[in-house]
């Protein structure tokens, strides 16, 4: 029998990956396009860059 997955479910499931990889819920919420819940902070700070978040979803994937 053949199951679908959900989106919902698949990015849930990279999610929970990149976090028990060790990365930052700050990047993980990035990566999923999901704003910082602390938007002063972000004034602040500058956005992960790009690089970086290809590098993370590279890893998560090849887990």
């Given at each position: 029998m053949?199951?679908?997955i959900s989106t919902y479910y698949s990015r849930h499931c990279w999610a929970t990956c990149a976090k028990k990889m060790g990365y930052s819920k700050d990047l993980i919420s990035e990566a999923l396009g999901h704003s910082f819940a602390n938007r002063i902070t972000e004034i602040y700070l500058d956005s992960f860059d790009q690089e970086v978040i290809d590098a993370?979803?590279?890893?998560?994937?090849?887990?």
């Open positions: 053949e199951q679908q993370m979803n590279e890893a998560v994937c090849s887990f």
